[in-house]
């Protein structure tokens, strides 16, 4: 048994981890101590101590272990054999692994950042300070947001690395070693983030606005540094979802074959590319201005507080697409499906995302009209801003199409994505008066934009994710979620959100501002405040439906053939779970993703084992 | 049932459904009453988005439910619908349509922006407004004074001009409806023409640290002879 919990990269991680980590600041501390700057100061001795850590850990997880013996040229390892679940806790480089350990990981993210929205949200049912202290409210509330944004990054990517390289009918990632990196590098961001609660919390929310989080407690640094983390995996992420969508496609998956949630995928993965580094370079000037005084943005020392906000916007604007894209990519996998049609206008939807994508890079100043954008640049933002508004119409009306006339069949997935696009509807719609500039000088920083937001992820990604999981959940582990379950957890979740969002609105309207612990109570806004609070813990208990319905089917869940929902694309013409390498003989594609209805439509031709050809050499995987 | 008939249905059940939801919108009141002259564009505009998202809400919410009501897959039907790929001229009305109703939004939010921020005729109250962790400090330089309210006369645009002690936050009377952040190092201008007389409260909008949520001000707006009156007793 120690043998084999020795074998665990996640146990040798841990333990250089941690090693690693007190060497460092014991020897930041010796430093500190010689030049006499007296030994312990928490921000850099930690920030030495946990950046060493992390690189200890990598090394001890076997991170640069393959990458080393490619290097001088020594034979790759033999893989002892162990255990199949031992791969969970390793270094393990194959897609749906990493997949998994992506999405468990996500879904424990969001289940502790939900928490903490639990606790404020009780705090701000009425008027007052009932039970928290500002402090507690201000770091549960700013946890909340950079936890969830977090926890979502990690579940597009364990959509994608799942489903991504099967949909392509590829045998894994194109570089499936930089794949376990960019997830191994996501556990000690976790673990940075849950360290920032006892650390003292920061207050500033999840954008970090200097010069706020220049004076933060340690819980600040943790999260900048978490978060950077949170970015190294993406920008890694996206170059793998990236190459393997250019360069992995079977024979005849030309780009117009692809389903829709691989261009979501390559809109999401441009955008990662792309902008990532700019919160990135952000948070690190924050770090750097916090470690060393070094003043980018404090204007007595020629900085520019500003400044901060445009670097940050530049990615966390492009973010939002990053987090719904694929979510909206799902919902285009589910309705065609459970509608027996073909994606209605299935060239104009795929290419929404890109221009969605294209669109999004361009309105970074719509976050900064009260903060004092120039003037000349407002009504240009609010344009660019509002235009957006067209390829997201593209999908949502696209959606509609598909449904019109159809064979509609309201098993769970379906009806998640039912609710999906309800709610992103509202999402986008209330969106425009957050554009146009003279209304926005109004709502902004009130509930409505916190409304209005929750829409847009809950539409684009957390209701989106919850069809995913129950219409993948066969293809992923050999059995079916509980369809009642599922359908009671369908409604209660869909009652609860608009319970707690709708009146959001109505309360932005009349006055309350966001990140607030109390508000007036000459406002009247008391009884609204509990209607909120209800539908949250209405939310709460779904999930914890959905939680019990996840693990007692995947214990003894019903048995579920391969292709349980009869979909087309490659992923399901595969037994479930899917074999380690995927397809015996590549698959070849012949034909439309969406092909329902269509007399003698094929999308793929999936040869059984031993059938003709070999491994192709193209299927060849990297090194890297 | 044909296309046609599926249609009509839905096209009459749209105005039904838009007819409500607009209606429950324009009702929805804004209980913070319009104090300012800037109020009245914006609850404007706020109105007129009510009332074109109202009819796209309406169309999108009830095609959704019709579609789900009408096109249940029925025991003894077909097993796959019609294999109906698209529609170019469809496509393209539901990208021009709501192209045009943005770009309508875009130069209905440009005039308005005009309209609230442009400098009036004649000379503007000037007041400096100092935001710091958790309080504001006004000050009146063309009297002089540096009260500890803020007082203003009614009818009579102010200048706000903001800056920021040590962290950014903001200048928000929900009355006034338009917000200003105030950033350490610059300063920015809020123009406001306060048309009520009456009591308000100045919060910060913009999170600010521990005491943010309980950061706020006082504000009279007051008959210009009452304005005259305490800025003599001020200068005492």
């Not at chain 1, 007052?128 to 509330?141: A, E, H, K, P, V």
């Amino acid at each position: 048994m120690r043998a084999t919990l020795w074998r665990l990269g996640i146990v040798r991680g841990l333990t250089w981890g941690l090693g690693g980590t007190g060497g460092a600041m014991a020897a930041t501390m010796l430093v500190r101590a010689a030049l006499g700057l007296g030994a312990w100061n928490s921000g850099p001795v930690t920030a030495v101590g946990s950046l060493v850590g992390i690189l200890f850990y990598l090394w001890g997880l076997g991170a640069f272990k393959g990458w080393g013996r490619w290097a001088l040229g020594r034979p790759e390892e033999e893989h002892p054999c162990q255990p199949p679940w031992t791969r969970y806790f390793s270094y393990a480089t194959n897609h749906k692994t990493i997949g998994v350990q992506y999405m468990v990981t996500s879904l424990l993210v969001l289940l502790v950042a939900g928490i903490y929205q639990l606790i404020a949200r009780l705090e701000t049912s009425q008027p007052g300070i009932q039970f928290l202290s500002l402090d507690t409210y201000n770091s549960l509330m700013s946890l909340h947001g950079i936890m969830m944004l977090g926890g979502v990054l990690l579940g597009i990517s364990g959509m994608i690395n799942y489903l991504v390289p099967l949909m392509l009918g590829a045998r894994d990632m194109a570089f499936p070693r930089l794949n376990a990196l960019s997830f191994w590098v996501t556990p000690p961001a976790v673990v940075l983030f849950l360290l920032s609660l006892p650390a003292g919390g920061f207050d500033t929310g999840w954008t970090a606005y200097p010069p706020l989080s220049i004076r933060g407690p340690l819980g600040m640094q943790f999260m900048l540094l978490a978060f950077y983390l949170m970015g190294w995996s993406s920008i890694l992420g996206s170059i793998n979802f990236l190459t393997t969508i250019i360069k992995m496609r079977a024979p005849g998956m030309g780009l117009f074959r692809m389903p829709i949630f691989v261009w979501a995928t390559l809109a999401t993965a441009i955008l990662q590319l792309i902008f990532t580094q700019f919160v990135a370079t952000a948070f690190l000037m924050v770090l750097l201005e916090r470690l060393l005084g070094l003043g980018f943005f404090n204007p007595e020392r020629g900085g520019n507080a500003l400044l901060f906000q445009h670097l940050f916007w530049f990615y966390s604007h492009p973010a939002v697409y990053i987090f719904v894209l694929p979510g909206l990519g799902v919902i285009s996998e589910v309705v065609p499906v459970f509608s027996r049609k073909p994606l209605f206008g299935y060239r104009a939807v795929a290419l929404s995302s890109l221009g969605i994508a294209v669109g999004g890079t361009m309105v970074w100043g719509h976050h900064m009209f009260a903060a004092g954008i120039e003037e000349w640049l407002r009504v240009p933002f609010m344009v660019t801003t509002l235009l957006v508004a067209v390829p997201t119409g593209v999908k949502v009306f696209s959606w509609l199409a598909t449904m019109w006339m159809s064979r509609i069949h309201l098993d769970t997935p379906m009806l998640f994505a039912l609710t999906s696009i309800a709610v992103f509807l509202i999402g986008g719609i209330t969106g425009v008066p957050n554009g146009i500039i003279p209304v926005d000088l109004y709502i902004h920083d009130t509930y409505w934009v916190v409304a209005h937001f929750h829409h847009t992820l809950f539409g684009g990604f957390v209701f989106p994710a919850m069809a995913a999981i129950y219409f993948w959940f066969p293809k992923f582990t050999g059995r079916r979620l509980n369809e009642g379950w599922g359908k009671l957890h369908w409604a209660l979740m869909t009652a609860g959100f608009f319970i707690t969002y709708e009146p959001m609105f109505w309360l932005g309207l009349n006055g309350m501002r966001r990140r607030v612990a109390d508000y007036d109570p000459a406002l009247g806004l008391g009884t609204m405040n509990i209607v909120v609070t209800i539908g949250g813990y209405l939310i709460a208990l779904a999930m914890l439906l959905f939680f019990i319905n996840l693990m007692g089917s995947a214990w003894r869940g019903a048995l579920a053939p391969g292709n349980p929902w009869r979909s087309r694309t490659l992923e399901w013409q595969l037994p479930s779970p899917p074999p380690e390498e995927n397809f015996p003989t590549t698959p070849r594609v012949v034909g439309p993703p969406y092909g329902y209805g269509i007399p003698g439509s094929v999308h793929a031709v999936v040869a059984p084992a031993g059938g003709a050809g070999e491994k192709e050499e193209r299927w060849r995987t990297a090194p890297i | 049932m044909n296309p046609r008939r599926h249609a009509l249905r839905v096209t009459a059940l749209t105005a039904l459904a838009s007819a409500l939801l607009v209606a429950l919108f324009l009702k929805t009141s804004l209980t913070p009453l319009p104090a300012s002259a800037q109020a009245e564009p914006i609850d404007r505009l706020l109105r007129l988005m009510f009332a074109i998202g109202g009819v796209i809400l309406a169309l999108c919410l009830v095609l959704l439910v019709y579609n789900v009501l009408a096109f249940r897959h029925r025991p003894g039907q077909p097993e796959e619908g019609p294999p109906q790929e698209g529609h170019t001229p469809l496509e393209v009305l539901w990208s021009l349509v709501p192209l045009a109703l943005v770009l309508f939004l875009a130069v209905e939010g440009a005039l308005a922006l005009r309209d609230i921020t442009q400098a009036p005729p004649g000379e503007e109250l000037e007041v400096r407004v100092t935001a710091f962790q958790w309080a504001w400090r006004f000050e009146y330089p063309q009297y002089g004074i540096t009260p500890g309210e803020l007082r203003l006369p009614v009818d009579r645009p102010v200048l706000f001009r903001l800056t920021s002690r040590d962290v950014v936050h903001s200048f928000w009377v929900p009355e006034f409806r338009v917000k200003q952040d105030a950033v350490p190092g610059m300063e920015k201008v809020l123009r406001v023409t306060p048309t009520k007389v009456g009591s308000y409260k100045a919060w910060c909008a913009e999170l600010c640290g521990l005491a943010h949520t309980l950061m706020q001000a006082p504000v009279r707006v007051v008959e210009p002879e009452g304005f005259e009156r305490w800025v003599k007793e001020q200068r005492r």
